[in-house]
């Protein structure tokens, strides 16, 4: 367990590699409570959100969630978080737990006379994370309606082992599975409940290591590596949750003249070639010469390899092209690969 802002985190419960291979596999469950949750609604709720965010809520009809950015009028990011839609003028925003308060003051700074009610749900609300190839077979036995009829990035409320939850078919893992919202004083019960129910099926309890390694393969970005105040959606490579063609948000302009310009900064995902672990700060060598960063990096257990993320300065080389990481100043081989590094939706993993 470790500290991390206000919260006891659960790191690893048995091994990250036996955690990994659990949600890849089978399934794993997660205890994601720090995350936070704001209620937004009013009359002018869509207003405001549509004009803060990056994606186009238009496209986003109820009982649906996506995934958007916040964004400073010279575009670098307050955060990445994903809204969900209740009605036309309610919606839930899910946000990053470092950024809560931060998050929280520049939507309400955005308000202003518009006709709409901003409210921090995040002490009050549990979230549990149930990923993984079994997940749905585990948690169909628990709940009171058929999770076939749940589509992805669709979400409902139900019963689950008699607890009123609402639920997600959503997750950062790569894989499918389920995110459940709770009252926080049932969350211990729920997760109880939830793991007798899939140990048989292989369920594991699984910490923040595991999840940061599932992410990473998955080519997910985690705040504060990928984007930051300094790195843009565009830059992130996360530009289709930003839709200029629905009008202006804040920070439309800085982002559309970073789309339009091929010299920007590009995030690109690599592998080694070589032994080695990458880590986030390392720098990143094209023909010997410093070409950027890592973001990320860690060892795979599903490749088999050290894997990363990378800003680089000016337009990245082509997928395969060969390039180096400097860990503790080795130059270890590594070669730039498609993103995602992996995806459940093929059913294997890509090259």
């Not at 596999?25 to 209620?39: R, T, V, W």
């Not at 937004?40 to 996506?66: C, H, M, W, Y």
């Not at 978080?81 to 998050?103: G, T």
């Not at 609300?125 to 058929?146: E, H, M, R, V, Y």
């Amino acid at each position: 367990m470790v500290g991390f802002g206000g919260w006891a985190m659960p790191v690893v419960y048995s091994s990250i590699k036996q955690e990994v291979e659990a949600t890849r596999k089978a399934a794993a469950l997660y205890d994601i409570s720090h995350m936070g949750e704001f209620d937004l609604r009013g009359p002018d709720a869509e207003q405001v959100l549509q004009r803060l965010i990056t994606n186009d809520l238009t496209r986003l009809p109820s009982g649906k969630a996506f995934y958007a950015a916040l964004c400073r009028e010279e575009g670098g990011t307050v955060d990445d978080l994903f809204v969900y839609r209740f009605s036309d003028n309610a919606f839930m925003l899910v946000v990053n737990a470092a950024n809560c308060e931060k998050d929280f003051a520049w939507i309400a700074s955005h308000i202003g006379q518009a006709e709409a009610d901003l409210i921090d749900l995040s002490d009050a609300t549990a979230k549990l994370d149930l990923q993984g190839p079994k997940s749905q077979a585990i948690l169909q036995n628990l709940i009171d309606f058929d999770l076939d009829e749940l589509g992805r990035f669709e979400f409902g409320h139900g019963v689950v082992a008699g607890f009123r939850v609402a639920l997600s078919r959503t997750g950062y893992t790569g894989e499918d599975g389920f995110e459940l919202y709770c009252a926080s004083e049932e969350a211990t019960a729920l997760w109880d409940a939830l793991l007798e129910a899939g140990a048989p099926s292989g369920l594991i309890p699984a910490g923040l290591g595991a999840r940061d390694v599932l992410r990473l393969e998955a080519c997910y970005s985690l705040y504060g590596h990928e984007l930051s105040d300094t790195i843009s959606p565009i830059e992130a490579g996360i530009g289709f949750a930003v839709r200029f063609d629905k009008g202006d948000f804040v920070g439309r302009e800085a982002l559309l003249a970073q789309k339009e310009n091929p010299a920007r900064r590009h995030m690109i995902a690599f592998q080694l070639t070589e032994r080695g672990v990458p880590r986030d700060g390392c720098p990143v060598l094209i023909e010997g010469k410093p070409a950027g960063i890592v973001t990320s990096g860690t060892f795979s257990p599903t490749f088999e390899a050290g894997i990363g993320l990378a800003l680089l300065d000016g337009s990245p080389p082509e997928v395969g092209a060969p390039i180096a990481i400097d860990i503790r100043g080795r130059a270890v081989a590594a070669k730039v690969m498609k993103r995602p590094l992996y995806t459940y939706r093929q059913g294997e993993q890509q090259p």
